[in-house]
């Protein structure tokens, strides 16, 4: 049975189908009568193996890097496992909400999964159906090979009017210059040193920059912080998967010094998701789908991607992603935003509550069903209950819209 944390403090969960009795800071006495009937969760998925160059050439380290039970990008049979488990805690929470029925087959309509065309990305979602609605079937919608879905990679799809020359002025802006980065984390970038265990300068060489990338219509991060955080995700990997404790970083890290290189890995979402300019076109058509999903969408829909997804769903919402064991913004395997429609029973108000929810590093690599809940306040807001117009304008007004 998961152990579910941080949950909302001051909510009464009912069971079955009678409805959330909950009370809400600035509320009167009288409680609201809140029943959730939407939802929908835009995740990260699970453990995988380090991606092609991910490692860059050239990286330096004193003994060869350990090996992986599976091809480079594909999702483990651990961290297949670590979904099924999330699963089964996400199904428990959402029963215990009465948006779905505790066991047995969802009805039809009612759970929905869409992943990206990665085959990482599909793998997962597999594995999270077969825990959040084991033996039933529930199929996993995505593109064909091949295509490119805005929702998952929208500058890839061409999806809204990106200027790139425009991205790289407000990534500058937002974040002081690359130099600037490399500079706030030289403390990280030290203790990286340390583990590679190369004897110093073990990154490859170059000076940090962000550029428009060649079609014009990305960009190109370049220098110690794109060569870093690859390194320092393959590291947190490495742990996840449950590697011996001598391979994860050859014994040179624990948990904690994980947690402090899980900063150099985002500062990828500093400069790809975080700023304005890139949130708004980075979260552009997913924003637009989960608008979609809260209006007319299935009663709970899952959509399965990558922590470029998770991160610029958060600048979009304006919140920053905080959990245990992990640095702030870096988002883990499995790491999801949860998006709840509520109604009032008694008034008929709408509302919408956002989530942070992860499992600590810990848990996924000993594969227990610890799971996190962290309520998100939307500044647009004030309060862990949104008013649903209020998030609709919130989220709708920080869109960039769709290529004509």
């Given amino acids: 049975m998961a152990t579910w944390r941080n949950l909302l403090a001051l909510t009464v969960l009912a069971v079955g189908t009678v409805p959330l009795i909950a009370v809400f800071p600035g509320q009167s006495v009288a409680a609201r009568e809140l029943v959730p009937d939407k939802a929908v969760m835009v995740m990260r998925h699970g453990i995988r193996a380090p991606l092609d160059g991910e490692v860059p050439a050239g990286t330096r380290t004193a003994a060869p890097w350990p090996a992986w039970s599976v091809a480079e990008s594909v999702v483990t049979p651990h961290g ?16 215990r909400r009465g948006l779905l029925d505790r066991a047995g087959c969802p009805k039809p309509g009612k759970v929905a999964i869409t992943a990206n065309t990665s085959p990482r990305a599909i793998a997962s979602g597999e594995a999270y159906a077969h825990g959040v609605a084991q033996g039933c079937g529930l199929e996993v919608a995505h593109r064909a090979a091949g295509e490119v879905d805005p929702i998952f990679e929208p500058l890839r799809a061409r999806a809204t009017a990106f200027d790139a020359s425009a991205a790289v ?17 030289r403390a990280e970038l030290a203790l990286l040193d340390t583990v590679l265990g190369c004897g110093g300068d073990c990154l490859p060489p170059g000076a940090p920059a962000v550029a ?39 014994g040179r890290i624990d948990e904690k010094g994980l947690e402090r290189l899980g900063r150099l890995h985002a500062d990828l979402f500093t400069v790809f998701t975080r700023p304005p300019y890139m949130a708004s076109h980075q979260a552009s058509a997913l924003g637009r789908r989960i608008l979609d999903n809260l209006e007319r969408g299935p009663d709970f829909e899952v959509l ?57 590093p810990a848990a ?3 594969l227990r069903g610890d799971v996190s809940l962290t309520p998100l306040v939307l500044p647009a807001c004030g309060t862990e209950l949104c008013p649903y117009a209020a998030f609709v304008s919130a989220l709708g007004g920080r869109l960039a819209p769709g290529a004509s």
């Fill in 80 to 95: 297949e496992r670590a979904l099924e488990i999330v699963a089964r805690a996400d199904r428990q929470l959402l029963a």
């Fill in 364 to 366: 996924l690599r000993a």
């Fill in 212 to 250: 428009p990338g060649g079609d014009g219509h990305d960009i190109a991060l370049s220098g110690q912080i794109r060569s870093a955080s690859g390194i320092a995700q393959v590291l947190l990997l490495q742990y996840l998967e449950g590697m011996p404790a001598d391979q994860v970083g050859w």
């Fill in 304 to 360: 399965m991607g990558h922590d470029t997804n998770v991160t610029a769903l958060a600048a979009a919402l304006d919140v920053d992603l905080s959990a245990s064991g992990y640095a702030t913004n870096d988002v883990p395997p499995g790491g999801a935003i949860l998006i709840e429609r509520l109604h009032d029973r008694r008034t008929g108000e709408r509302f919408v509550r956002v989530s942070y929810r992860t499992q600590p």
């Fill in 169 to 185: 002025a407000d990534i500058e802006r937002a974040t002081g210059g690359m130099a600037a980065l490399v500079k706030r984390d």
